[in-house]
């Protein structure tokens, strides 16, 4: 989520927040403070995270990752996580759209 020693930030709640508001038509999805961020889930199994930042990122693969990068996503680390571009969050059906890939990903 951030990185070591990272302060959980006010920026990372208000993420997680928006994050979970824009994808509630999804159900099961929970979020768990972890590392300064939070990690976002469903059914239990982690599908994204919010770093200390509050930038939000969605779990990727050696399929999906050319697509997180056309649209100017950023990779978390080595993690397999992607960056949400600010025109994805800003567009609801957008972004349920990479969380649920990213959802079937996780499974």
């Known amino acids: 989520m951030g990185q070591k020693g990272d302060k959980y930030t006010n920026e990372a709640q208000l993420s997680v927040e928006l994050l979970l508001e824009k994808l509630s038509s999804v159900e099961g999805l929970t979020s768990k403070k972890m590392f300064g961020g939070h990690g976002i889930f469903h059914d239990g199994r982690m599908f994204g995270i919010v770093d200390s930042k509050g ?18 996503s950023i990779q978390h680390g080595k993690m397999p996580y992607h960056s949400v571009p600010d025109e994805i969050l ?15 990903i996780s499974k």
Do not use: H, V
Request: charged share 25%.
């Open 55 to 72: 930038q939000a990122y969605l779990k990727s693969n050696d399929e999906t990752a050319p697509k997180f990068l056309e649209l100017g």
């Open 90 to 104: 800003n567009s609801t059906a957008g972004l349920l759209d990479l969380a649920k890939t990213s959802i079937e």
